[in-house]
């Protein structure tokens, strides 16, 4: 057969776009990528990939690995877990599908059916630092979403989640840990109360599912804990499997099969669907099921023992920098770190400078935006690190990047909301915030990208982070969630 282009061809090019890419690999991105240091386990997941490329994964009866594969990572994560036997679950194709099909299934409980169908629009309660997901999974799936405010370590009280309780709550959510500041929730609190209530209890696991079991000092947080009804944990994470992997496991299996859509009322073959999508591919269910039987229980400590020395480490090292500060006590390998401002302004290290300049130095850390809560407290500006097991191989260059840094930039003061719009011509500052002010147009919103500084596809993001976090802090969240879209969708779009 005659190509357009030559197979060869076209992977050379492919390498030549993956040289833009961060580095997935050897530690020098602290979020996104879990590099588990281990060659092997690369090689692994890339055959078992390649085993079952053509396999569709939406019909197990027909191609009945995908059943066995599931099978045993479902068994596998429910022992880890704290699960028994009535715990069910499923392999999603992530985090977030994890977590909009934990509030699907509890609103259509919560709706019921026949008589004791109840209407109206339920509710989900959840600490404001739970994951964006469920922020998305309340806008698909019709529910209110009553966040919760936190205290400035990122940690909520149990007795507020809890006074909002109500018979319209179909779902309250904790996390372990949060995303944001690695603070554990008060699980027991919550799903005991729950218990009491007859609410769903969702534990938002996605990060921690798969090494918080080896973490010392933890509190409760998983089905040993009676009240918790469903737990998501993901397998592209801590579970080191490439993505898109996770599960979600559900207590009682009537509850579960409410997650499934199901319908035989179409000329074509009967749909059974446990997930969102339909046909998908096999290959991170079989990458996952490879690294879970290679690496056992007794592969998973060892390398969260890894994560956990990097952890302390870092954390020690931090927090001995004048001027910055780990945010509360981290729960497993992950923080969140602020500009300290106990110390005087000359002395402190703004997070987001101190960020952009570790950047420099080789690393790319996430910056954090502030957030003003529902109550008008502030939770400050943060940058987060994720730390993996290859973290341990760059210590030593990384925390002399994070010390370096942050006497490069010490008493550079943060850049203030009003230094952001300052940086707009005042029409369009002015236009910006006005309240009544209309939605944006595609090509209105991607003239103001380009006024900011965002041209799109062929320019990228800015250098420097810290200008562009303080101006989506400075203006109204809707308009700078549309920028974003605007951002985002250019990024992908034809140039020509």
Request: glycine share 8%; charged share 15%.
């Amino acid at each position: 057969m005659n190509f357009d282009h030559e197979p060869a061809d076209i992977l050379d090019r492919l390498n030549q776009l993956r040289r833009a890419d961060a580095p997935t690999h050897g530690g020098r991105v602290l979020s996104y990528v879990y590099d588990s240091g281990l060659a092997e386990l690369d090689e692994l997941a890339a055959g078992a990939i390649r085993a079952v490329q053509p396999v569709n994964g939406l019909d197990p009866t027909t191609f009945t690995s995908v059943a066995v594969m599931e099978r045993e990572v479902v068994a596998f994560a429910r022992d880890l877990l704290g699960g028994d036997s009535d715990v069910v679950g499923t392999v999603t194709t992530g985090g977030t599908e994890s977590c909009l099909l934990a509030v699907k299934t509890a609103r259509d409980v919560w709706r019921g059916a026949g008589a004791s169908a109840r209407t109206g629009m339920p509710r989900l309660l959840a600490p404001v630092t739970v994951h964006a997901a469920f922020q998305k999974a309340a806008h698909y799936f019709g529910l209110e979403l009553d966040l919760v405010p936190v205290n400035g370590d990122g940690i909520v009280s149990a007795s507020d989640l809890i006074a909002r309780f109500g018979d319209d709550v179909a779902l309250v959510v904790v996390s372990a840990p949060s995303y944001a500041h690695a603070a554990m929730d008060p699980v027991v609190e919550v799903a005991a109360a729950a218990a009491k209530h007859g609410i769903a209890c969702h534990v938002d696991a996605c990060i921690g599912g798969w090494i918080l079991p080896f973490w010392e000092g933890v509190s409760p947080w998983n089905f040993s804990v009676a009240g918790v009804t469903s737990i998501s944990a993901d397998l592209h994470k801590f579970g080191y499997s490439p993505k898109g992997a996770s599960v979600l496991l559900q207590r009682g299996r009537d509850r579960q099969r409410a997650q499934y859509f199901a319908t035989t009322q179409w000329p074509g073959y009967p749909i059974v669907n446990p997930t969102i999508l339909g046909s998908k591919s096999a290959g991170p269910l079989a990458a996952a099921w490879a690294i879970t039987h290679a690496l056992g229980t007794t592969g998973l400590a060892e390398l969260a023992e890894s994560c956990s020395r990097s952890t302390r480490a870092l954390c020690d090292l931090i927090n001995g920098i004048e001027g910055l500060r780990v945010i509360g006590n981290p729960v497993g390998p992950l923080m969140a770190v602020a500009a300290d401002e106990s110390v005087p302004t000359n002395r402190r290290v703004d997070a987001h400078h101190w960020a952009d300049q570790v950047r420099t130095h080789g690393f790319l850390l996430q910056l954090q935006p502030s957030l003003v809560q529902s109550d008008d407290t502030v939770l400050p500006a943060t940058t987060h690190l994720t730390i993996t097991p290859v973290t341990e191989s760059v210590l030593d260059e990384l925390s002399a990047a994070l010390l370096a840094a942050a006497e490069e930039v010490r008493g550079v003061a943060p850049i203030s909301a009003a230094a952001a719009l300052a940086t707009l011509p005042a029409e369009v500052s002015a236009a910006l915030s006005a309240p009544d002010a209309p939605p944006l147009t595609s090509e209105q919103a991607a003239g103001l990208l380009a006024v900011i500084g965002l041209q799109g596809a062929s320019d990228g993001l800015p250098e420097r982070m810290a200008p562009l976090l303080a101006l989506i802090g400075a203006l109204p969240a809707p308009l700078t969630e549309r920028l974003l879209t605007e951002l985002i969708a250019r990024l992908v779009e034809p140039t020509n």
